[in-house]
């Protein structure tokens, strides 16, 4: 988990409120579950809509030469995807 304490509240992402506001249930000495040793359910529920989260969420797609593998100066080449400007990148 990425640390998002330093950030105002409204800029932390859902899943680090989650996961944090699971961490903090089960470390609360008070609770009857944390006492007894047993799983804290609420927790566990929140964990899980973490996870499913993260994995409903896009991850970004880095965009690559199709040639050469460079991430700078490129252009959209119709059947091949990305291209760079570079001359000495030239297909096949």
């Given amino acids: 988990?990425?640390?998002e304490s330093?950030?105002?509240v409204s800029e932390q992402s859902l899943v680090y409120r989650?996961?944090?506001r699971a961490e903090i249930r089960r470390n609360i000495?008070?609770?009857k579950s944390v006492q007894e040793g047993?799983?804290?359910r609420i927790a566990d529920l929140l964990e899980e809509?973490?996870?499913e989260i993260e994995l409903l969420t896009p991850k970004?797609?880095?965009r690559k030469c199709c040639v050469c593998g460079t991430?700078?100066?490129l252009h959209k080449d119709g059947w091949y995807g990305y291209r760079c400007n570079s001359d000495d990148c030239v297909p096949f």
């Fill in 38 to 40: 047993r799983a804290d």
């Fill in 1 to 3: 988990m990425i640390d």
């Fill in 60 to 62: 970004p797609v880095e």
């Fill in 18 to 20: 989650l996961r944090k």
């Fill in 49 to 51: 809509a973490a996870d």
């Fill in 71 to 73: 991430t700078e100066n």
């Fill in 6 to 8: 330093h950030l105002p």
């Fill in 29 to 31: 000495q008070d609770r």
